[in-house]
């Protein structure tokens, strides 16, 4: 499937993010789940999943049929980011046969020296045909993600860095419609999506799509967001 097939398919869609890591209610070790919560995304309409391993990535596909935004979660000492931090991840990525790759492009500390946009050119020269979707927190990390290679930004990151830290809340509803008015490639808003309304709203802003995971496929969120309401 062509960057521009992926794109259209994307046009206006929620992105069901389906992902469970260790430590989390959801993560099995002997088995995943994950192609179960994106068979349920697929029946409800989605066209597109995002999620982390390449067990996933794989389990996924085959359950589904639908194109995948993948990463890979791996922390290594001197990086303070875990989502597709190296080209080993990027590899196994590619191996999977993710649809689209998303890359961590915040300004967090890299071991390797490197930054966000020096790694996307490496990855870039390795894999020129490579879609890569950048993680960003802050408007000027996705400007320079798109600048270096990018073919979309995301704000992922937004609230889970230590410069947007205090942004964490409702959605963060300004970056995403300044991205999509200043770049040309498609922005999608993501991050404490939590309601169909902001879903909805975050379109209007001009976001290309929206992905949604603790809000559909993450009960312990969904269920400690019930119990803080009531007390």
Not at 87 to 116: F, H, K, N, Q, Y
Not at 182 to 199: F, N, S
Request: with cysteine; charged share 25%.
């Amino acid at each position: 499937m062509t960057k521009e097939e992926l794109f259209e398919i994307m046009k206006g869609q929620i992105i069901v993010s389906c992902q469970a890591t260790p430590g989390e209610p959801l993560y099995d070790p002997e088995r995943s789940v994950m192609p179960l919560m994106a068979r349920a995304a697929r029946q409800a309409g989605a066209k597109m999943i995002r999620t982390s391993s390449v067990r996933d990535i794989v389990g996924i596909k085959e359950e589904t049929g639908l194109p995948v935004i993948g990463l890979i979660k791996r922390e290594y000492p001197g990086y303070t980011g875990r989502i597709t931090m190296t080209m080993r991840e990027v590899d196994e990525c590619m191996e999977a046969l993710a649809d689209i790759v998303s890359i961590d492009c915040t300004d967090c500390t890299r071991g390797d020296g490197l930054t966000a946009p020096e790694f996307l050119k490496q990855v870039r020269a390795k894999y020129p045909n490579i879609i890569i979707m950048a993680d960003c927190a802050t408007y000027e990390e996705a400007v320079a993600a798109y600048a270096a290679g990018a073919d979309l930004v995301g704000t992922t990151m937004n609230g889970y860095t230590p410069q947007t830290k205090d942004q964490k809340g409702d959605p963060n509803f300004a970056l995403v419609e300044r991205l999509a008015k200043d770049l040309p490639c498609p922005v999608i808003a993501e991050g404490r999506v939590h309601t169909p309304e902001q879903a909805r709203k975050m379109l209007e802003l001009g976001a290309w799509a929206v992905v949604v995971g603790g809000a559909i496929t993450r009960p312990l969120e969904i269920a400690q967001r019930f119990f803080a309401a009531l007390s």
